[in-house]
């Protein structure tokens, strides 16, 4: 049974930056496109960013430039380097395999607000 945590959430100010780790158990991670999601307040789940077993990355064309999405397989962590925060960048975020195969974790919360 895989166990996902993600961490590094927190209140920050427009133009500040967080970084989020993600760390799956139980299973192996490092054969697995995985992918960081977020669900807005009112919103649905969104893809944000994704990074196959082979550092190849993509991401929703309003991050690109601001966030950075990363992996350490020896630790089975990733992370998510987030930059130039918005507003609308508040979210839970969350992390899952790109097909959503895992169960989900409790997410972790980021609000950018003055």
């Known amino acids: 049974q895989v166990q996902l945590v993600e961490s590094g959430g927190g209140l920050v100010q427009p133009g500040g930056s967080l970084r989020l780790s993600c760390t799956a158990s139980?299973?192996?991670?490092?054969?697995?496109?995985m992918a960081w999601f977020r669900q807005g307040p009112g919103k649905q789940r969104e893809w944000v960013a994704s990074i196959t077993r082979t550092q190849m990355t993509s991401s929703l064309d309003s991050v690109k430039g601001r966030f950075t999405i990363s992996r350490d397989n020896a630790k089975n962590t990733m992370y998510l380097q987030m930059n130039s925060l918005k507003p609308e960048d508040t979210a839970v975020y969350y992390c899952?395999?790109?097909?959503?195969?895992w169960g989900w974790g409790q997410g972790t919360q980021v609000t950018v607000s003055t």
């Open positions: 139980g299973s192996i991670f490092s054969i697995y496109t």
């Open positions: 899952n395999r790109i097909d959503q195969a």
